[in-house]
């Protein structure tokens, strides 16, 4: 059984930083494209960040900058480290696996950022 577990998330000062972390067991990493997503209340889910099988990278306008997204296959693992970080980052955050070539997909169960005083 394929599964996404996120942590990190927490209550962080804006300009502070948070990174988060997402395990993925019994799925091979090397043939999926991995993302972050976030949703805020009453808003719909957006991609904050992607980085494919090759390692390219994509990140949502609103975030370029401050966040980077990393794997390490070997560990099965994605990572957003979070710079800067703003109240309007302030979401759930989830993490995505999509496989390279086929459509199909598994989703974390999504782990809490605050940006707060």
């Known amino acids: 059984q394929v599964q996404l577990v996120e942590s990190g998330g927490g209550l962080v000062q804006p300009g502070g930083s948070l990174r988060l972390s997402c395990v993925a067991s019994e799925i091979d990493l090397n043939t999926y494209v991995m993302a972050w997503y976030r949703q805020a209340p009453g808003k719909q889910r957006e991609l904050v960040a992607e980085?494919?099988?090759?390692?390219?990278?994509i990140y949502a306008d609103s975030v370029k900058g401050r966040f980077t997204i990393s794997r390490d296959n070997a560990k099965n693992t994605v990572s957003l480290q979070m710079d800067s970080l703003k109240p309007e980052d302030t979401a759930l955050y989830y993490c995505?696996?999509?496989?390279?070539?086929?459509?199909?997909?598994?989703w974390g169960q999504g782990t809490q950022v605050t940006v707060s005083e």
């Open positions: 995505k696996a999509e496989h390279y070539r086929a459509p199909v997909n598994f």
């Open positions: 980085i494919r099988t090759t390692g390219r990278t």
